[in-house]
């Protein structure tokens, strides 16, 4: 399996930016897809997660309402929608897929390489 996450970049604070991962692999329906964050100095931190059927989870203090995940099981795709983006969400960014849903990072078993969202204020 080998995942790659791209749509990062710079925006000002209250923008919007979509990240993408692309799933590369045999059996995409068997994994739960999510996102993950790493600021600088910090540790990872889940952000999101979506498995096959739809059913989602999020980061509850401090995403929910403005981040939305989307899977597109046709094309082995996971998005990220971030709205209302805060200075505070400025980290790289890593998709990762595990069979069993778990919101310990260490728990997943595939990764993405990482895209950089920097927020302005």
């Known amino acids: 399996v080998q995942l790659q996450a791209f749509g990062g970049g710079l925006v000002q604070a209250g923008g919007s930016l979509r990240l993408s991962c692309t799933f590369s692999g045999p059996t995409f329906s068997m994994y739960v897809m999510g996102w993950f964050r790493q600021a600088p100095g910090k540790e990872r931190e889940f952000v999101a997660a979506?498995?096959?059927?739809?059913?989602?989870?999020y980061r509850a203090d401090s995403v929910k309402g403005r981040f939305t995940i989307s899977r597109d099981n046709a094309k082995n795709t996971v998005n990220l929608q971030m709205n209302s983006l805060k200075p505070e969400d400025t980290a790289v960014y890593y998709c990762?897929?595990?069979?069993?849903?778990?919101?310990?990072?260490?728990?997943?078993?595939?990764w993405g390489q990482g895209t950089e969202v920097t927020v302005s204020s």
């Open positions: 979506r498995d096959w059927s739809g059913n989602s989870r």
């Open positions: 990762a897929s595990t069979r069993v849903y778990n919101i310990d990072s260490e728990k997943w078993d595939y």
